[in-house]
């Protein structure tokens, strides 16, 4: 689990053409930059968000030897002690500065921001998007209250 100025690795990998026999084909970096609630004025929008917007500014990175690649959209999950996990991921924000939904080749990064929805102030946010069946989320981010 990373707090904002930390930052973690996880692994990639691919399955075979039957969704199955899943191996490790790399590495990634990810730095948590900064986390900061905002208002939809403050980002431009008039969406209201279900519950509260937070710009996450991320850095990743690809630490490996193989190409990778960074789906976020849909792939966020934000929960607390109180509320199940729930799709985080909004629009707002997208066009605005560098992708971190792209492929990364050995040695390449990229320094982002997402704007995500979440319940409220705290609780974790996880990026669950993985090849491999079994595995768990690649990395978890503590929101700061």
């Given at each position: 689990?990373?707090?904002?100025?930390?930052?973690?690795t996880?692994?990639?990998?691919?399955?075979?053409?039957?969704?199955?026999?899943?191996k490790?084909?790399?590495?990634?970096?990810?730095?948590?930059?900064?986390?900061?609630y905002?208002?939809?004025?403050?980002?431009?929008?008039?969406?209201?968000?279900?519950?509260?917007?937070?710009?996450?500014t991320?850095?990743?990175?690809?630490?490996?030897?193989?190409?990778?690649?960074?789906?976020?959209?849909?792939?966020?999950?934000?929960?607390?002690?109180?509320?199940a996990?729930?799709?985080?991921?909004?629009?707002?924000?997208?066009?605005e500065?560098?992708?971190?939904?792209?492929?990364?080749?050995?040695?390449?990064?990229?320094?982002g921001?997402?704007i995500?929805?979440?319940?409220?102030r705290?609780?974790?946010?996880?990026?669950?998007?993985?090849?491999?069946?079994?595995?768990?989320?690649?990395?978890?981010?503590?929101?700061p209250?």
């Amino acid at each position: 689990m990373l707090s904002v100025g930390e930052t973690g690795t996880y692994e990639v990998g691919e399955t075979d053409e039957y969704g199955e026999n899943y191996k490790p084909t790399g590495k990634m970096s990810v730095t948590v930059v900064s986390a900061k609630y905002v208002t939809p004025a403050e980002i431009g929008t008039s969406n209201k968000p279900k519950g509260q917007f937070v710009e996450l500014t991320l850095t990743i990175k690809n630490v490996g030897k193989s190409k990778a690649r960074v789906m976020t959209y849909g792939n966020l999950q934000w929960e607390d002690d109180q509320t199940a996990a729930q799709d985080a991921t909004t629009l707002e924000g997208v066009g605005e500065g560098p992708e971190l939904d792209t492929e990364y080749k050995p040695g390449q990064g990229v320094t982002g921001k997402l704007i995500l929805d979440v319940g409220r102030r705290g609780g974790i946010v996880s990026y669950t998007y993985s090849e491999d069946p079994e595995g768990a989320a690649p990395f978890k981010v503590k929101l700061p209250k």
